[in-house]
């Protein structure tokens, strides 16, 4: 580990500049430095704040300012004479220079960069053995992490009985109730609430955007297949956006800021939600998708929109349905798989109920509480 | 009910004009007309929509048109041959001219747009006794329509014993469980790994936004509380919001599109999430906040940028304080609330544990459930 060491620092008005050893000069706002002084004071030792940031004088400066051992920065403030004891390394790890943003990025990061990726991919890729998981950290880590960079992955060998689905989801998070209850049983029924529960071909959409919030984590397991077809369909929405933002600029915005009406009713609910299509974060990225040609309902804006409104879903939808983009499959006995629902697209060819029977177990979750075990697995795999 | 009437029609190269009795006329472009065709092929009996919209060819067109007795359209489609009968109410209330819009969004509406409230709303208004939520449909429709509208309400005599609040989720919808469990127990403890279970003043925030997705309902029942402090404050932070953007346009721009990161740590979990304090939906409306200064981490963002952030940061916080905004309660053994958790923030104030036990249970649920409930119990009260 990279040792720091302070040469000397001045105190401006509203700031602190520290020097360092190695030619670095690191500029910290009082105010930052009084609002984060790590004293049990002011952080828990459970790592909760305990200051108030709005109680802080904005103009909070220092009665006095002590360099000790080139290791160590001792302030007492003047307002409120706390006293803080700033350690050198403290002092690097928070230095808000650009440069020393972007090292601690790259050298804390957990995570690469997720993956985007079209019918290439194949099944081949994401996919781990039931037995392995379940005995061993590290195939676990590999298996949770195809999912956070792929959004998608298959496990072999699973036990076949009913509820395994939740004994997966129970690895790493916690199911997510709903309507359809804690599993939903995906077989051919006489009086479908649901387009699920037929044979018919269900083109790739994600679950449930009639929800509000949407589960984030979509897992379904294979008790029994005894159809010629009905074979899996997944497809990376984050890829087909990226493609779709490329080529089609307007298109693209007009799913991204007109809202359209998703809806689920059976005689006991009544689920709607407005939302985008494509979902976009404050830096305009894309976050989560919406679609689902099942459960939209008739678009309500103006007509003058229609024409062009029409253009994009009919393209985006296109694209989806692309097979340049999708991974199909056909699920066994024992396979299951798993997708991130805001970016996956899931679906199913048709097949012939006479042929035999079909039935898949399905569940929910959420990625926080897989992206909670992610990083636990992989700090204590990490050298320290 | 209205009983339309249609005049006549003209078939265009691209749309369909339909000229009612009342002399409004519809303009029906005959991609939308095809795509949501209601014939049983098309919309299957449970509402769900069989026609694949990425199937129809864009340029559809009549091969043939036919009013019938002024009341129904029937349309023979040129590209696929398929056979559409639309009915005249079925027309009006798919007419996507702008007054019909607006026509049909008043009469349709189950809701009222939500309320915003300060410390006017004081603690009387939304309240309701739990035998009488129980008993009856009406008096359990005004609860939940408390927390659609305030986002905020609170639930009296409810039988004083551990995982009472679960029942009362369980009315509306369905426990989002998480690393606290599917009820967490707010006492003081030794060893906290969350400064709830301390004794400590916790200023307004919402719940968990480390989670992603946030839990969208929070349930806090009152089991115990034989000290003077403690006392529940809950805030509009839509509310706040709201002020916060009039009078400060700039800052309020800063905690929209700049993310921070929330985190949650202990001995078995990391939950992380950069996310902004105020989320916006793609109208550029607040439809999200995230703000809890216990779960906060030191801002990552260019030094340049930090006085301002801080300045927005204390400003909505020091909003978020005023006792102008709260409305202040004591929780007595037995009284239950609930709050939106993506728009009120709850706190309380410091207790002295020595003076006795306080024992609050809580849980989370999510907002799609209780809306669902509250739509089927209007629409059961509605007059058909």
Redesign the interface.
Known sequence: MEKYSIVNYSAGK?WLTVAWKDGHAS?F?Y??LR??CPSPRNI?K?????????Q?D?DIRPAHIELVQNDTINIIWEQDGHQSEFGAKWLRD?C???QE?EK?EMKNRLFEPIELWDSTLGIGAPQADYQQIIEDDTSLTVWLEYVRRYGFAVLNNVPIHSGAVIEIARLFG??????YGRVYNEKTVL?????TYTS?AL?PSTDNP?????P?LHLAHCLQNQVQGGDTIVVDGFKVATMFRIEYPYLFELL????VNF????K??????K??IIG????KEVCSLRFN????Q??????QL??LF??A??TF??M??DPAFQVKFKMLPGQLFITDNERILHGRTSFDSKEGKRHLQGTYA????L??KL??LK?KQMPD
Chains 1, 2 share one sequence.
């Open positions: 509203n500029i706002y105010i930052y609002d984060n828990h459970n790592g909760q704040k305990i200051t108030e940031t709005a802080l904005t928070h808000l220079s650009k943003i601690r916690y199911i997510r109730e709903t309507n009086h479908p609430n649901n387009l018919l083109s009639y929800r509000d919030p949407v984030t991204s800021t007109v809202p809806r689920f009713r059976d006991d609910h009544w689920i709607e939600r939302a985008t976009l974060d404050a830096q040609n099942r459960a939209i008739p678009f309500e804006i103006e007509n229609i024409p029409y253009k879903y009919q939808a296109r989806l349905d959420d990625r926080d509480g992206l909670s990083r636990m700090k």
